[in-house]
């Protein structure tokens, strides 16, 4: 009888739970935006119930990260983030709820069954052309450039010439890769025309071999940057950047392994600033190229740094190289208060990012910025690029190490805890896809919504979930009290 009702339990789970009600808009909305044809993942389409069937071990793997595949206790690496979410709050984190887990664990264990294909989740719109928007200028690499089919990391510096005759105001930089199998993440700074020629003469092959920076002998501010999934901040009106007339810029593309040559030309988009720019963005590097990592034990280096006046943080990007273990970065202030950053529990070199806060981050003047990073110099580090280790010291190159970390801010105004930085696309919140925002997508999204399904672009909050506060601010969209571009 045990045996009979433990028989019925997994038979009623085993039809509960299917591919086209349960299980499709978390691998639409969560994994397909890499998982598809031309993309860094495309080698893995995950687009469709037989794709998603085929690869379930794989899959179960990923989101658990135990050898055993189906079991709930592992370190999962898929969706890629490495950032402690219980540590620090940022704007567009990729994860999968505990309960989405479990239902993608629990589908794959009863059967993985596709269910009725007429209720599977619609696919989302994915953009090809930019994440934000209608971009006022767009610069492509002037030539082609071929990676060796070589199966190794190939680090590659292009020069862009802005053709700026006079100043300009920018609210954004947007990395737009040309091939997405190929481009695994990438660098953008600017520097004075023609001052980085030297090193594009220096190569026989168009761009010039760089890792870890740009070759420059001069530290730049870093203005833009790419990762797989991740999207570009364009500032909120007022806020801005301003790259001189007469500038270059530099484009830093890591091209990931490849078994087959494959051929890349990227772009850049540029968004002008039209409104009048009364408060700069600016940026400070908290670096450190005076320690050494001694071979066979971990070594965490810390620095501090005194903020003199009030600053609102905009983002960060914490980097190291192959030795890198752990990142923690947090700020106290005069009056003991801790202020968390960011924490990565686990660095990994290949999903390096830029990182926003939800909402500007407020430091106190006075405050001591603190920044931890360890080294794992053993043997045991796979990542090692030196067997036996050796004494490891700061530089850009591939055995070298660094302790870098980029902080976009601004002079602190009363209001800045309250600015939202995250960016909604033009497309957001047209769930049914009339190009335009209407009655009709509020009630698209409360069906959702009661249907516990997701989708991206009603997600208009970007908290990856659907609720009353995207209702309201779909509302107040329609209305025209808020603008999401």
């Not at 920076?213 to 203005?223: A, E, K, R």
């Amino acid at each position: 009888m045990k045996f009979f009702l433990v028989f019925i339990h997994f038979l009623n789970i085993s039809l509960a739970i299917n591919y086209s009600e349960h299980i499709s808009s978390i691998i639409y909305n969560k994994c397909t935006s890499c998982h598809r044809p031309n993309q860094i993942a495309g080698y893995l389409p995950l687009t469709n119930y037989s794709e998603v069937y085929n690869q379930k071990e794989a899959i179960a793997y990923a989101i658990s990260g135990n050898s055993s595949n189906l079991s709930r206790h592992g370190k999962p690496s898929m969706p890629p983030w490495p950032p402690n979410r219980n540590y620090s709050t940022l704007l567009y984190e990729r994860y999968l709820e505990e309960d989405e887990v479990h239902l993608v664990l629990d589908w794959i264990d009863t059967g993985a069954y596709q269910g009725d294909p007429i209720l599977e989740s619609p696919m989302p719109i994915f953009s090809e052309d930019s994440m934000i928007g209608e971009p006022d200028a767009n610069y492509i690499m002037q030539e082609s450039y071929t990676i060796d089919g070589n199966f190794e990391d190939d680090y590659r510096c292009f020069i862009i010439d802005l053709d700026f005759n006079n100043d300009k105001a920018i609210s954004a930089i947007e990395f737009r890769p040309g091939n997405k199998e190929a481009v695994h993440h990438a660098l953008v700074t600017y520097v004075e025309s023609g001052s980085a020629d030297y090193l594009d003469e220096q190569d026989d092959e168009y761009g010039y071999e760089c890792y870890g920076g740009f070759g420059l002998n001069t530290s730049t501010d870093i203005v833009g940057g790419y990762t797989p999934g991740s999207f570009t901040a364009k500032y909120p009106i007022g806020i801005g950047r301003t790259i001189p007339a007469n500038s270059d810029l530099i484009v830093q593309i890591h091209y990931a392994p490849s078994l087959v040559p494959q051929i890349d030309r990227s772009s850049v988009n540029i968004f002008f600033n039209d409104e009048i720019v009364d408060r700069e963005l600016k940026q400070f590097i908290f670096d450190d190229w005076d320690f050494v990592l001694p071979p066979n034990i971990e070594t965490t280096i810390t620095n501090t740094l005194v903020i003199p006046n009030d600053i609102s943080l905009t983002s960060f990007f914490p980097h190291c190289h192959l030795l890198g273990e752990s990142w923690e970065i947090y700020a106290i202030t005069s009056l003991g208060q801790n202020i968390p950053i960011i924490k990565i529990d686990d660095w990994d070199f290949d999903w390096q990012s830029f990182y926003y806060p939800e909402y500007m981050l407020v430091i106190p003047g006075g405050s001591t910025l603190y920044a931890k990073c360890t080294y794992n110099n053993k043997s045991s580090n796979p990542d090692n690029p030196n067997n036996p280790p050796v004494t490891v010291y700061p530089g850009l190159g591939t055995n070298d190490e660094m302790f870098y970390i980029p902080f976009d801010y601004l002079d602190y105004r009363q209001g800045d805890e309250n600015i939202y930085l995250g960016q909604v696309s033009y497309t957001f919140g047209d769930l049914n896809n009339d190009n335009d925002i209407n009655v009709g997508d509020i009630v698209v999204l409360v069906n959702l919504i009661l249907s516990d399904q997701y989708s991206n672009s009603g997600d208009l909050n970007q908290d990856n979930t659907l609720n009353v506060s995207d209702v309201v601010l779909m509302v107040n969209l329609i209305l025209g009290r808020i603008n999401l571009d």
